[in-house]
Antibody
Framework: EVQLVESGGGLVQPGGSLRLSCTVS????????MHWVRQAPGKGLVWVSR????????TYADSVKGRFTISRDNAKNTLYLQMDSLRAEDTAVYYC?????????????WGHGTLVTVSS | DIVMTQSPLSLPVTPGEPASISCRSS???????????LDWYLQKPGQSPQLLIH???RRASGVPDRFSGSGSGTDFTLKISRVEAEDVGIYYC?????????FGPGTKVDIK
């Protein structure tokens, strides 16, 4: 069974940092591109970042470019999102998701999400 | 960036009746491979999103056949042939053609 489990969320002050993790099971992480998607409280879905199989190619939404860094450790079956210079508007549930085919942005499996709250 | 719009934003439905949601993109989602890169996701209350349809009309694994997707280019439709109570939630279309991948605002489906 494919599973994605996010962790690392919590309360952080504006300007602070947080690292999210997504541990996967039921499939071989190195075979898939991966995404982070976020959802502010009561709002819609927003794509954040994508990484290719070996971490050599990454893409970001403009709103997080230069502040967030996506990475992966295939040996540990884990995807990461390093979030620096956090702002109140980064408050959201962050989902990791598996890319379906490495062609476009389709996400076929999602984690349950981890809540990040940026507030003083 | 490609802008996605959906209509209606709210859809009260009667179990057993059909339902339809429209999605439009600000530019064509047609790839050179002949496919339109348009996904449909359902987020049930309190849950994470789940993939229903990809490439505009291909049902994801395990998705009931009462769900169907159609359209090409910039205009797309998700249809539920006979709504069931478990289908309530927010339906999002998303363009999967190019980063940044963008979602529509969502259509909230609930039971009348």
């Amino acid at each position: 069974e494919v599973q994605l489990v996010e962790s690392g969320g919590g309360l952080v002050q504006p300007g602070g940092s947080l690292r999210l993790s997504c541990t996967v099971s039921g499939f071989t992480l190195r075979s898939y591109w991966m995404h982070w998607v976020r959802q502010a409280p009561g709002k819609g879905l927003v794509w954040v970042s994508r990484i290719d199989n070996d971490g050599s190619y990454t893409t970001y939404a403009d709103s997080v470019k230069g502040r967030f860094t996506i990475s992966r450790d295939n040996a540990k079956n884990t995807l990461y999102l390093q979030m620096d210079s956090l702002r109140a508007e980064d408050t959201a549930v962050y989902y990791c998701a598996r890319d379906a085919d490495g062609m476009g942005g389709t996400a076929d499996y999602w984690g349950h999400g981890t809540l990040v709250t940026v507030s003083s | 960036d490609i802008v996605m719009t959906q209509s209606p934003l709210s859809l009260p439905v009667t179990p057993g009746e059909p339902a339809s949601i429209s999605c439009r993109s600000s530019q064509s989602l047609l790839h050179s491979d002949g496919y339109s890169y348009l996904d449909w996701y359902l987020q049930k209350p309190g849950q994470s999103p789940q993939l229903l349809i990809h490439l505009a009309s291909r049902r994801a694994s395990g998705v009931p056949d009462r769900f169907s997707g159609s359209g090409s280019g910039t205009d797309f439709t998700l249809k539920i042939s006979r709504v069931e109570a478990e289908d309530v939630g927010i339906y999002y279309c998303m363009q999967a053609l190019q980063a940044p991948f963008t979602f529509g605002p969502g259509t909230k489906v609930d039971i009348k």
